[in-house]
C-alpha cells in the first residue's frame, strides 16, 4: 500500500481530530460532544492503528504470497477498520440528532437514536434537507457508496466476516495443494507433527500474492483489489466526515 497515500489519509484525519478537541467546537450538547470525542474521534484513531498494520503487511514491494499468520493478523484489522468506520458514521449523525433533532424526535432516548440515526437513512435524509442543505446534497452525492458499503463492507451486517485472500492459485497449483493435503493427512494421523509443520509451511508458498478482498454481498462472494478499495471508502469516509464538520461550523454562524 502506498506510504504517500497513508500520509495524506493522516493529514485529514488529524485535522478532523483537532476540531474535534479544539475550541472551534462549540457543540452546545453535552451527548452531542460525547458521541464527538469518545465516539467518532476513538473511532478514528483505532481506524488509524488497523490501517497502519495492513500497510505495513501489504507493502507495495512485497511479492511473496501471505502466511496464514499475517492473513489472521490483516483479517482482524480489515474487519475492525470496517466496523470503525461505519460505526463512526453512526456516531456522527447522533451528533447531528443530538444538536438539532435531526430525525424529527426531541429527547435523548438512546435506543430510539441508536435504531433511527443513519446518515443515508431515507428519513434522517429527509431532516437534512430541511435543516442542512448543502449538507444533504453532499451526502447524496455518496449515497451510492455508502448503500454499496452497506451491502458488502460492514462486517455489523453480514454472516461472513470480510477475509483477505492470501494469494491466487493456478491449474498446477491446485494439484501441488492436492499432494499436499494427503501429505498432511497422512502426517497428521501418524502424530508427526513436525512433518505436519514443514508440509504446511509449503502450503503456504503455494499461488502467486495479490492483495485481493474477499466479501460476501446478497448475491455473491465478491473479489476486489484491498488497497484500491480500502483507499476508496477511506476517502469517501473522510470526505463525508470533511461535510459534517463545515456543516456544524456553519451552523454556528446561523448561515447554513
Known amino acids: ?19 474535534v478537541f479544539s475550541d472551534r467546537n462549540c457543540l452546545k450538547s453535552s451527548d452531542a460532544c ?7 474521534a476513538r473511532r478514528l484513531l483505532l481506524m488509524q492503528a488497523s490501517r497502519r498494520v495492513i500497510s505495513q503487511v501489504l507493502s507495495p514491494s512485497r511479492r511473496r504470497k501471505l502466511s496464514l499468520d499475517e492473513c489472521a493478523d490483516l483479517n482482524v484489522h480489515l474487519n475492525s477498520f470496517y466496523a470503525q468506520l461505519a460505526s463512526a458514521m453512526d456516531n456522527l449523525a447522533s451528533v447531528l440528532q443530538y444538536e438539532f433533532a435531526i430525525a424529527g424526535f426531541v429527547g435523548d432516548e438512546d435506543a430510539k437514536i441508536r435504531e433511527r440515526c443513519d446518515l443515508f437513512d431515507p428519513d434522517f435524509q ?15 452525492r455518496r449515497m451510492l457508496w455508502a448503500m454499496e458499503l452497506r451491502e458488502y463492507r460492514d462486517p ?15 491449474e498446477d497449483d491446485t494439484a501441488a495443494l492436492s499432494d499436499f493435503k494427503s501429505e498432511l493427512t497422512a502426517a497428521m494421523r501418524s502424530c508427526d507433527f513436525e512433518a505436519y509443520r514443514e508440509k504446511l509451511r509449503q502450503v503456504q508458498q503455494v499461488g502467486t500474492y495479490l492483495p485481493l478482498l474477499a ?4 448475491d455473491a462472494i465478491q473479489l476486489r483489489p484491498l ?3 480500502l483507499y ?17 461550523g456553519v451552523s454556528n454562524r446561523e448561515d447554513r
Do not use: C, N
Not at 460525547?34 to 467518532?40: L, V
Not at 476508496?232 to 456543516?247: K, M, N, P
Open 215 to 218: 466479501t460476501a454481498g446478497p
Open 227 to 229: 488497497p484500491d478499495q
Open 156 to 170: 455489523r451486517r453480514q454472516r461472513l466476516p470480510l477475509y483477505v485472500v492470501p494469494g491466487l492459485v493456478d
Open 126 to 140: 429527509r431532516g437534512l434537507s430541511r435543516a442542512f442543505p448543502r449538507l444533504f446534497s453532499s451526502l447524496g
Open 34 to 40: 460525547r458521541q464527538m470525542r469518545e465516539g467518532f
Open 1 to 19: 500500500m502506498d506510504v504517500r497515500v497513508d500520509e495524506l489519509f493522516q493529514q485529514r484525519e488529524s485535522k478532523l481530530l483537532e476540531w
Open 232 to 248: 476508496q471508502d477511506e476517502d469517501e469516509f473522510l470526505g463525508t466526515a470533511e461535510s459534517i464538520f463545515s456543516a456544524l
